[in-house]
């Protein structure tokens, strides 16, 4: 070791600009050392493993709604780096108390409130990682899948706001609390209002005072329609995060017109951004709506493709080939004579929320009034989810009974649960959709089982809200029999004995003695 | 002119008095701060360091008047100190903890030069990327020392620095303690006799919350003079008395005709200082 004190460069004079400086010197060690703390790595790296892994699961189960998923991805932004930014914005703030150092520190220059602004700009950075880590995943998601529509750029600035938010909150409570038990408590406490609050506001329009704000509709709809007032809770949130902010360095001893005017300026930002959030839907807004909903056809745009016509909304036609694979594998096993039907499939969204005085049958009927005016009668309906394999079922399944009866599958508006399909027509229905893919037939698996505990079967829907086709249990016994056989011999004795199959009094016993499969032990009478 | 100019500092701390009435002032050099446990030391250093006022008494640090916070401001600006216990940021390393109080001391311009300087001056060149928790007592109390030096202060305040040290560590802390009390005043709180004997030019003793003793350490040691003597047995009326290595006693106290008397040390004036102080302060 040298004893020996080397010259100091000259003692750097106090200049006015030193406090400024030293504020931003100090906010970048705090940055630096947020952003290297274990809790904000594993964070970060749960959240992004999470988005990938969903990426890997969404390709196989539901194509990504990028309208729906802005604001998913504000939720678990807000849970992992929104708490990692509280709990380490806490630690950083409770250093000194914790280490020992406040002997040493109390007599540094810098002040206390001056030290409490660097740490509510510590965790900007982890901010910035979120926002890139979201607009990575919606590049991702908008390039690589097959997504829809398009997110919001204010519910994407959402999740940051959170970290802002919650970073702020964990300073203060550093400022009002020694303990380090009291951040990891709060982001609880938090934790236990995203679970709770929902069903106590009854996902009502009070979630918005929430930092996650309200969940998006349960059937993604064009983002024209979402009405959601993104921009006004974005500034609700940093206005909260504001009035945190202001409230810790008053507390660390700051005092004077800034800060006064800073806590103004957050209370406005939190009083109008709460306010405006909690405001109705526009009268353009509801009657888009509704208008969307109940005459799709004036909404949407056509294409055919192998004498079938799909009718989308434009932001979800990117899934018209993806539909038009599914409703091809069932085509393709119905003999050539068969395929004269016009088949047209349609885009529909069901949200009772939006018409609250419109009823089931009333908005069936406007559909068939829809279709009719659109020239497409009888259309078969299928809504803004695709990807999962109970939506290839549904689809192949409506297709099918197209195909095979010639009928829409609409029953009488009375009759809820839709047309049902006997004897070896149903089971023809089944083994159509069940046939159409992998996906198809997993699907199908998932619908019966869903049906299991009620009146057995198997129900297509549209929309997932309406079944429009019914098969009992003794033809869906036959189908799945047939299905587990090879599907080229099947496939032969469907095109020999079409007919027979399709006529009226075919029972599901005959059908099986066709195929070549047992006969149900029970028979349905139609 | 005078660093510290402190009259009579009283400070209490609910019925109990730490400092009653302390004067003393401080100019460039080492100033050894002795006492014993509880004597006031620490408190002394506090008020000295601007982290709390006297509750009476007239204080002038470098100049200004430390109750007010624009001269508390001004001392903090030239100001070292490194306080008993001082902690450190485990999971800093040596550098980003100097650093981490150069800017709490607003330290801005060639903020890292001036790290690398005082981490120089303390011998931790190679050591300064080394995490603080993979340091050892000794290194930790140079990183502490560092930034204390940090904005090369007129007025640097080390309390007990070398406590916990080994010996070796303990010797290389005063050589290094003697280079910096070169052209600035230090004040440094000890146990250890023998840290003042070495380094400092002056010595306080502080006992029971006053200044029993004041002056150069040869007066210190001056003040046992005739009243130390060894002897073959431990000697009757001695105030203290231990067993040297070559077998003698050592006596301090009023010795007997024709004891064998010897030059006094640092340590005993000092034990003559406290023990005088302690028995007026029981008379008191």
């Known amino acids: 070791m040298t004893a020996v004190v080397a010259e100091a460069p000259g003692s750097p004079a106090a200049d006015a600009s030193a406090p400024r400086r030293a504020v931003l010197a100090l906010a ?49 932004m807000m849970i992992l780096l929104g708490g990692a930014a509280l709990i380490v914005g806490n630690l950083a ?14 007599v540094l220059i810098l002040p206390d409130h001056a030290r409490t602004l660097a740490h509510l700009l510590a965790p900007l950075p982890l901010a910035v990682v979120g926002a890139v880590l979201i607009l990575a995943r919606m590049a991702v998601l908008a390039i690589c899948a097959p997504a829809a529509g398009h997110p919001n750029p204010y519910e994407l600035a959402v999740g940051p706001a959170t970290v802002l938010l919650l970073g702020a909150l964990g300073v203060l409570l550093g400022r009002l609390t020694r303990s380090a038990v009291v951040a990891p408590l709060a982001l609880l406490v938090l934790l236990a209002g995203l679970v709770f609050l929902e069903p106590l506001t009854n996902g009502g329009k009070a979630l918005w005072l929430a930092p996650q704000g309200q969940p998006t509709p349960m059937m993604p709809i064009p983002v024209s329609l979402l009405a959601r007032p993104a921009a006004a809770h974005l500034g609700y949130l940093l206005g909260l995060a504001g009035l945190l902010a202001t409230a810790a360095v008053l507390r660390a001893g700051a005092r004077g017109v800034r800060v006064a005017g800073a806590g103004a300026v957050a209370l406005a930002c939190t009083v ?8 109705p839907p526009s009268p353009a807004v509801t009657a888009a709506r509704i208008a969307v909903m109940n005459q799709p056809s004036q909404h949407e745009t056509c294409q055919e493709l192998g004498h079938v016509t799909y009718c989308a909304f434009a932001e979800f036609s990117r899934w018209i080939p993806a539909w038009n694979t599914v409703v091809q594998a069932v ?48 259309a078969i309906g299928i809504d803004t989810s695709w990807g999962d394999s109970p939506a290839a079922a549904n689809l192949a399944g409506q297709v099918a009974y197209r195909l095979v009866t010639g009928q829409t599958g609409e029953a009488p508006i009375e009759q809820r649960d839709g047309a049902t399909a006997c004897g070896g027509a149903g089971v023809l229905v089944v083994w159509l959709a069940g046939q159409a893919s992998t996906h198809a037939g997993t699907g199908l698996g998932l619908l019966a089982e869903d049906a299991r505990d009620e009146r057995g079967g198997v129900s297509f829907y549209e929309t997932q809200r309406f079944p429009t086709v019914y098969v009992p249990t003794p033809e869906l016994t036959v189908a799945t029999q047939a299905l587990a056989r090879p599907r080229a011999d099947i496939a032969a004795r469907v095109q020999q004995s079409w007919a027979t199959l399709t006529a009226p009094g075919t029972t599901a016993a005959q059908a099986a003695q066709i195929l070549g499969v047992p006969a149900p032990a029970t028979s349905t009478a139609c | 002119m005078t660093t510290v100019q402190a009259e009579g500092l009283s400070l209490r701390f609910g019925r109990t008095t730490a400092l009653k009435d302390v004067s003393f002032a401080l100019d460039d050099g080492v100033t050894g701060l002795l006492g014993p446990n509880g004597a006031g030391k620490t408190t002394l250093l506090r008020i000295l360091a601007t982290a709390i006022p006297a509750d009476a008494g007239q204080l002038r640090i470098l100049g200004a008047d430390p109750r007010g916070a624009a001269g508390r401001l001004a001392v903090r600006r030239r100001l070292g100190y490194l306080p008993q216990n001082p902690g450190f940021h485990p999971h800093f390393t040596a550098f980003e903890f100097v650093d981490y109080i150069a800017i709490l001391k607003e330290i801005v311009a060639g903020r890292h ?8 001056a303390v011998g931790l060149d190679d050591q300064r990327g080394k995490k603080i928790k993979a340091l050892s007592g000794g290194m930790r109390q140079r990183v502490g020392l560092a930034a204390a030096l940090l904005d090369d202060p007129a007025l640097v305040i080390l309390d007990e620095p070398t406590v916990g040290l080994d010996p070796e560590q303990r010797l290389r802390f005063r050589e290094l303690i003697a280079h910096i009390g070169e052209g600035r005043t230090v004040l440094l709180s000890t146990h250890q006799t023998e840290d003042v004997a070495t380094v400092c030019q002056r010595v306080i003793v502080l006992n029971q919350g006053r200044i029993p003793f004041e002056g150069e350490p040869v007066a210190l040691a001056g003040v046992a003079r005739g009243r130390v003597w060894t002897s073959p047995a431990r000697a009757d009326g001695a105030l203290a008395a231990w067993r040297t290595g070559n077998g003698d006693y050592h006596n301090i106290g009023d010795p007997p005709p024709g004891a064998r008397l010897v030059d006094p040390s640092i340590e005993d004036g000092y034990l003559m200082v406290i023990d005088a102080a302690s028995l007026a302060g029981r008379a008191a």
């Not at chain 1, 703030?93 to 109390?106: F, I, M, N």
């Not at chain 1, 068969?338 to 069936?364: H, K, M, N, Y």
């Open chain 1, 28 to 76: 970048r060690v705090e940055m630096v050392r947020m952003l290297r703390h274990p809790v904000t790595v594993a964070a970060t790296l749960l959240l992004a493993g999470l988005w990938v892994s969903d990426w890997f699961t969404t390709k196989t189960t539901r194509y990504p709604v990028l309208q729906e998923l802005d604001h998913d991805s504000a939720m678990g």
């Open chain 1, 93 to 106: 703030v409770l250093r000194a108390h914790r280490d020992g150092t406040t002997g040493l520190s109390r």
């Open chain 1, 272 to 279: 109008a951004g709460g306010t405006a959030q909690l405001s």
């Open chain 1, 331 to 378: 085509v393709a096993r119905v003999p050539a004579t068969a395929r004269s039907t016009q088949l047209t499939v349609r885009q529909r969204i069901a949200i009772p929320a939006f018409d609250r005085g419109t009823g089931p049958e009333q908005l069936l009927a406007a559909w068939r009034a829809d279709d009719a005016a659109a020239g497409t009668p009888g």
């Open chain 2, 113 to 120: 030069d001036e790290v690398r300087r005082v981490l120089h």
